[in-house]
């Protein structure tokens, strides 16, 4: 198994990005990562202060304008996102009011409007990474059955399977373009998405025919508030995991609640995001096994906190993600002790030469 050393530190620059200096617009805030010590920035694809996603899909002249932009403060693009507008490829009706605010207004209020709206932005996603050079991309699945993720009142039979297979069929095309650019789709597996864990990203797998531009941005806060094995996750679905989300989160169960948090607010529940280091992730143990699997692309942070102020956390968050990135041995550590051998030698030892 080959193994290498992963690129880093970068930032997702969607919590940061503002109306006032220095998260007004491309130049202004990858200069400001980059002052931090980032080397890479992940680009939210919505953000019309930071980037013009229709225009980087039609004109490679501008996504060059694009990375010149980046490069000039010593940095690369690791990935764009569309995790905005990838969660309205499947909306339940029960979330359409809430979900309405991610799209233009002239879609708004019309689910289906919405949807295509969205499927032509994901689309867009892919193109644009080709033009800027990209091979990875992240986003979500959008949810149908997550409204029935308790089994009570009993679901009817084929509720789910039905679900999973309207999202294949939603997907499926959306995948087969990123094929043809060249371009792994990274799902965030998210509760509030149909995807969400292990077992639910098998089904939409199954559902997308194994497409192989279906991949995973691999994000343990998420799993660490499911109580899932974050360090086995890796070792079962490492061939899939393209894209890295370093984000920290803690659980702290209580006499009152529990997974479910008791509908209570960000600071007051069981389950809560927190700033690198302040939660209670095992790094140590995310980026072993990461390395031992050959994951070699980037880890970036997402900032998210119920607590700290986000631009301490992203100034923590680079040295933190450096202390914690592997670089990989070129040589084993017991090298000095080896003999030299051959085929004669060893059997010879075996006792059977």
């Known amino acids: 198994m080959a193994i290498a050393t992963m690129k880093g530190p970068a930032l997702f620059l969607a919590q940061f990005a503002g109306d006032k200096p220095p998260f007004d617009s491309l130049d202004h805030i990858a200069g400001w990562a980059a002052s931090l010590g980032y080397k890479g920035v992940q680009i939210p694809s919505w953000d019309g202060r930071l980037f013009d996603l229709k225009k980087a899909a039609e004109s490679k002249t501008y996504c060059d304008e694009v990375k010149g932009t980046v490069e000039s403060h010593g940095l690369a693009i690791t990935e764009l996102s569309t995790h905005l507008q990838?969660?309205?490829?499947?909306?339940?009706?029960?979330?359409?009011?809430?979900?309405?605010?991610?799209?233009?207004?002239?879609?708004?209020?019309?689910?289906?409007?919405?949807?295509?709206?969205?499927?032509?932005?994901?689309?867009?996603?892919?193109?644009?990474?080709?033009?800027?050079?990209?091979?990875?991309?992240?986003?979500?699945t959008g949810a149908l059955a997550f409204p029935y993720l308790y089994?009570?009142?009993?679901?009817?039979?084929?509720?789910?399977?039905?679900?999973?297979?309207?999202?294949?069929?939603?997907?499926?095309?959306?995948?087969?373009?990123?094929?043809?650019?060249?371009?792994?789709?990274?799902?965030?597996?998210?509760?509030?998405?149909?995807?969400?864990?292990?077992?639910?990203f098998e089904m939409f797998l199954d559902?997308?025919?194994?497409?192989?531009?279906?991949t995973i941005n691999y994000d343990p806060s998420h799993f660490l508030l499911q109580q899932l094995d974050?360090?086995?996750?890796?070792?079962?679905?490492?061939?899939?995991?393209?894209?890295?989300?370093?984000?920290?989160?803690?659980?702290?169960?209580?006499?009152r609640q529990g997974v479910y948090s008791g509908y209570q607010p960000w600071t007051s529940r069981a389950g809560r995001f927190r700033s690198l280091g302040d939660g209670q992730v095992d790094f140590s143990g995310v980026f072993s096994k990461l390395t031992t699997h050959g994951y070699d692309h980037w880890a970036v942070l997402e900032w998210e906190c119920c607590l700290k102020h986000p631009e301490d956390g992203a100034a923590e968050g680079a040295p933190f993600i450096e202390d914690h990135i592997i670089r990989v041995t070129e040589k084993a550590f017991d090298d000095f002790a080896a003999g030299g051998s051959d085929q004669a030698a060893n059997r010879r030892i075996l006792g059977i030469g």
């Open 230 to 255: 974050y360090l086995a996750f890796i070792d079962i679905y490492h061939e899939r995991i393209t894209s890295f989300h370093v984000k920290d989160a803690e659980f702290n169960p209580d006499g």
């Open 207 to 214: 559902a997308v025919g194994g497409h192989s531009r279906a």
């Open 86 to 140: 990838s969660q309205l490829v499947a909306v339940h009706p029960a979330y359409d009011a809430m979900f309405d605010g991610f799209a233009v207004p002239e879609v708004r209020g019309d689910p289906k409007k919405r949807q295509a709206w969205a499927v032509d932005q994901v689309r867009m996603g892919a193109t644009a990474s080709r033009n800027l050079g990209l091979t990875r991309h992240v986003g979500f």
């Open 151 to 200: 089994p009570w009142p009993q679901r009817p039979a084929g509720l789910v399977d039905e679900a999973f297979a309207e999202l294949g069929r939603r997907w499926k095309p959306i995948l087969d373009h990123y094929d043809s650019c060249g371009v792994d789709y990274g799902y965030e597996l998210h509760p509030g998405e149909d995807t969400f864990d292990g077992a639910t």
